[in-house]
Every structure is written in C-alpha cells, then in structure tokens.
DNA sequence: CTGAAAGCGCTTACAG
DNA sequence: CTGAAAGCGCTTACAG
C-alpha cells in the first residue's frame, strides 16, 4: 500500500505537494500536477481516510440505529430508505454507519459512545416517535443530527429535520377519489395517541370539508394494529354501518390490503364498487390485483436533503425544517381500466 | 474531549499505562488499574477510534452493498438481516458500513477502494448470483470477505459462507405435509436459471420421492416474476391441469400469497381443501389469513457466523464453508385450527 | 509493573 | 508555487 511519501518520493515533489494534488489542485502549477497525478496513478496511491480523519477531526461518517420492529410489523420501504440514504451521503463523499441501540432514552449514551470515540461525525434519526426524546437529548449534548419526521405533540421542533406531508397526501388522495366520482370516502386510521396518524387524519378531514364531503366520525375508523386482518375487520365494519361507503383512504399500504382482501370476500370489486387507497407505496401495493393506488414518500429527495442539512454549515435563512410533498400513484384499486 | 495525555496526566502515570488499562488491564498493579479507571470516568473518556485505527491498521469496520431491487420487488426480509449483521457486529466490537456499487464486475473498484482507504476491514456479501464474480475477484486482491450464499453453478466455492439448506427446509414443508394428510404436493418455483430455485425444488423432489408421492413435472411449476399476481395465475393452472392437488409448497412468501389469493377466489379455504406453504416467514407470513406456514431461515445464527468467519483469523480444521438448517414455522395455511 | 520515545499517514500553518 | 516541520491521538517494542 502506498504513501503520500512515497509518492512524494515518486514525483520527486514534497508531501505537501501531494497532498494539495489531492487537495487542491489548483494550488499546483499544471505540469507538477500532471507528473504527481501519474505517480498517484502509478503507484496506485489510496489516502489513508484514518490518518485523515485523525488529523481532520471528521470521519465522514453518519450514523444510522436500524429500527427493530415487533413481531410481524415491517418496515416495508426501508431498504428504499436505506438505498436513498447511503447514495445520497456517497454524494457527499460520506457513507452511513449502521448500529443498534434501545429504544427511547436508554439508548442515548450509544449514540453519545459513537459520537465520542469518533465513529461519526453525526446521525440521522428516523421512526421518530411522539415526544421523541432523542433529539432534545442530542441536541443538548451537541451532537449533530437530523431527523427524518417531525417530533409529534411538540410545540416546537428540537432541531433539523425532513418530513413529509402527511396530511397534504391524503388530501390529494380525496381529492383524486372526488374526481373519480366518489361521495363518502372513509379513513382507515391508526390509534390517536399517533402524531402521524392525526396528521394524515387531518388532510383526509380538511379535504372533504372543502369539497362538502361528509366528515362523521363514524367514516374514521381506528386500528389497533398495522396489519392485514386490522384492516379488512374495520372494513367490515364500515360497510356494515355504512353501506353508501364507496371509498376508503387506508393510513398505511398494510390497512389498504385488509380494505381489498374484505372487498373480495363481499364479492365486491376494488377500483369499480369501492376504491381504496394506501400510504407510502410500498412494494406490495404493485403486486396485488388490482394494483394498490397509493401515496409514494419521496424516498430520494428526503435522502438528499436529510445528508445536506446534515453536511451544511448552518446559514442564517436558509431553514432546516423542510416539508416534502408526496406523489399520489394512482393504480387499478381507485381508477379501473 | 480528554485524550490518552490528559487522563495519564490526571492519574499520574504514563500513557502507556493507560493505554494498558484499556487494552491490557492485567499488566497493572490492582491499585494503579483503579486509579486510572477512575480518572478515565473523571474525564469521561474515549479513545479516538482514528487514531487507533491509524496504529493499528484495523478499523472495526464491515462493509455491507445495500441491494437495489427492480420496481415492484421487494427484500422483505432484508431489515431482520440487517439488524442481525449489526447486532452480531456490536458483539465483536465492530460495526456496519452501507455503499452502494454496481450490480456485477462493474461494482468492484468500489470494493477495492473502500477497502484501500482503510474504510472498512472486509465486506459481507449477499444477494449472490449465479456465477457472481465479486467472490473470485475479491480472493484474488486478498480482499477479506464471507458471503450469504452460496455461488450457484461453481464446483468449488470461491471463499467462506453461510447459506441456507433451502433443499433441507422444502423437505421438511413437504414431510409436514405429508403427516397431516397431504398426498398430492405441487411445488412453485422460479425459473431454471436460478440456482437457488434448483437447490430448492430438489428438496421438494427427494422428499416426494422418500415418502412415495408423485414428482410429475407437472407438479412443479415456474414464476417468471416473483410476485402475488404471478403466484396466483400458476396456482389457477395448476389447480385446472390437476384439481388433485391438495398442498402447494411455493418457493417465496410472494407466490404462496398468489396461491393463497387463487384460493380464495375459488372458494377453497387454504389449509383444510388445500395446504400452502411459504419461503422466509417474512412479515407477511403473520399478517394475512389464514397465516403462512413458512420455512424461516435462522438469520441471528446466520449473523452471527458470518461475523465469526470474517473476524476470526483461518485455522486448520474450523470449516468456513456452513450450512444452516432452516426452520419450518406452522400456521394455519397449512394446519387450520 | 511502569515510562520515554518512535511512528502509524495524513494536513496545515508557516516560511521561502 | 513549493518545502520542512509540527502534530492529530493512539499503540507498542524496548528499556528500566
């Protein structure tokens, strides 16, 4: 393995020199520069990124802790997440570190571990959840972060972070439903002690409000659970409470699944008697029949601005609580044919 | 930040004597180890991992290529794997570094160079293919790395892994079946050029063949896609070609979901008219209905082997090359009540 | 059991 | 534009 000494040697230049070469450039009169390029090139010359980053005090490195879920809940789009993120920092020459830690407040001092022994420069936070303690904690120890997803029930938000509007999705979703004909739209939610979950309640609610759309509590329906049979029980529900039900905006990909599978089982068919929609298109909602209309997170964009927050020197005016819009993906299960 | 320096300062001795109270605290005295443990928790100190890594050349690091998958195809099982890795990572004191690289040949100077910038140790490779090159072209730099997986198609394999017996897990599925009743057991699989398929349907087919069951070619049936829609419409086949077929072993998660769905839609209720089986136990296992019987692939054990033959220098006779025995977890798809 | 010293491979003021 | 030198924070023979 070579060194910037023996380049050096090689070129028959300093160190120094070497270093600018890779450093900047444009410090080097333009034959050095070519003669230390060839001897890099030549002696296939790597910078040490350990010796750097000791000298640097910067490892370009960002910490990712992978969420560890409960038995039967996935996390269906992040490997998508995860794509984004790695290529994203990549871009910024830097790459992710993944670890693990406990939930919640016990798992601050691995972070801070991280952090000291110079592991990472910082991290990313995701599954942000209501009243998240780790960004105050974090922030309080000076550590930099961001957080993709805002901290819910807060009045203001404890540092950076990317979100994506929920609420605006699901209002485009109704407004997609209304323009397609339908009249009672329900919304299959999740339990109120989730921030997201109101949040998303809350577009489904202002967007049939504005378009004189019915808003009765008994077309939001709460699930105990993300999963499949949640989904179809509360459908069942719904369309026998209410059987001029024609849609139904599902919270999550996984609920709208269950809407579909009870819509089969009535011998009712999604997209032409009642459509449904998901939220985050997720792999599953291309593979069932009919396809899954869905609300897609801009996975790439949310990427690169997480790592650019992150990466940038705080500006005066240039904010760092940045909300995404969503992509409505309309598919078979709202708009047959 | 407090350094080797100031905690040797703190605690009267020299940084060497700290340093050994770190990494050799038997060469102290009791009371100088007590001493300097004291001061390291007064100073709150952490060894700088650079400077470290710079001494000794090691960074602690393994690098993981996060898969990228074709529209619509999902890794549903790739976060238990991750948080695996990690998990059994932290064991031995390192941890996970994510990149992408190009699918093939192509991806290696990412490899090769992540690997001369001393940015990681060695790399864990999965998502193998038939005849992948990056084994063979990582022995041949002396890159070190284990792979998830077996090279499909080489006589001899091409460095250290752990794999699945995927033929071992469709063996079980089919003598579960065979002890609850089930005497006509079809097989869904993917196309012949994927020898993870072979390995698979061979399985199936010695286990047919023990017990006395039919092994016709028109039991076992390929999936161009890996998907619901494609699992279905082969189950819809194969249930007119053979309505005696009473149990479908399928290759993936995905396709079981498919027979599941054709199921239904002929009104035959999975599990008691006919027996379905997946591969994975992924989320989506527990999360539809019936359930998924499902053949699991053990991924801490898997985690944890791989970590142990990348991190443990060769010796005679401690084979690098293991197989697991996956596990078959029952549910009501195949087993009702 | 403990200490003084060299060196891992870089970057960066500073001087020429 | 280029070079000599200090130093980032560790570890490790070596000597006492």
């Known amino acids: 393995m070579a060194t910037l000494k023996q380049v050096a040697a090689h070129a028959e230049v300093s160190v120094q020199t070497v270093s600018n070469a890779l450093n900047a450039p444009h410090r080097l009169r333009p034959d050095t520069l070519q003669?230390?390029?060839k001897s890099i090139e030549l002696l296939n010359y790597r910078p040490n990124r350990n010796?750097?980053?000791?000298?640097?005090s910067a490892v370009e490195l960002?910490?990712?802790c992978v969420p560890s879920w409960p038995d039967g809940q996935a996390h269906l789009v992040m490997d998508q997440f995860l794509h984004a993120l790695c290529t994203a920092a990549e871009t910024s020459g830097r790459h992710i570190l993944l670890f693990t830690?406990?939930?919640g407040v016990e798992g601050m001092p691995v972070y801070e571990d991280l952090h000291a022994r110079r592991l990472v420069d910082g991290f990313v936070l995701s599954q942000t959840e209501t009243h998240d303690p780790r960004h105050g904690w974090l922030k309080e120890q000076q550590i930099p972060f961001v957080s993709f997803g805002r901290v819910w029930k807060e009045t203001t938000q404890p540092g950076p972070y990317v979100d994506v509007d929920g609420a605006g999705g699901c209002a485009a979703a109704v407004r997609h439903l209304h323009e397609t004909g339908r009249r009672r739209i329900a919304f299959l939610s999740w339990p109120k002690t989730s921030g997201l979950a109101e949040d998303r309640l809350s577009g489904w609610r202002a967007a049939c409000?504005?378009?004189g759309l019915p808003t009765d509590a008994s077309l939001a329906v709460r699930c105990l659970e993300d999963?499949?049979?949640?989904?179809?029980?509360?459908?069942?529900?719904?369309l026998d409470a209410d059987p001029g039900v024609d849609a139904i905006v599902a919270i999550s990909d996984i609920l709208a699944l269950g809407a579909l599978r009870e819509l089969t089982r009535r011998g009712l068919?999604?997209?032409v008697d009642v459509a449904v929609t998901g939220f985050d298109d997720s792999p599953l909602a291309s593979v069932v029949s009919p396809a899954l209309t869905s609300i897609r997170q801009p996975m790439d964009q949310i990427a690169t601005e997480l790592i650019d927050i992150l990466t940038t020197p705080a500006t005066p005016g240039v904010s760092t609580e940045r909300l995404l819009q969503p992509e409505l993906v309309i598919r078979g299960s709202s708009a047959p044919g």
């Open 269 to 271: 068919t999604a997209g």
């Open 62 to 64: 960002i910490g990712y």
């Open 101 to 103: 830690a406990p939930v």
């Open 35 to 37: 003669r230390v390029t």
């Open 209 to 211: 409000r504005e378009l």
């Open 227 to 238: 999963t499949i049979d949640q989904g179809a029980r509360a459908t069942a529900e719904l």
């Open 51 to 56: 010796a750097r980053s000791l000298r640097t």
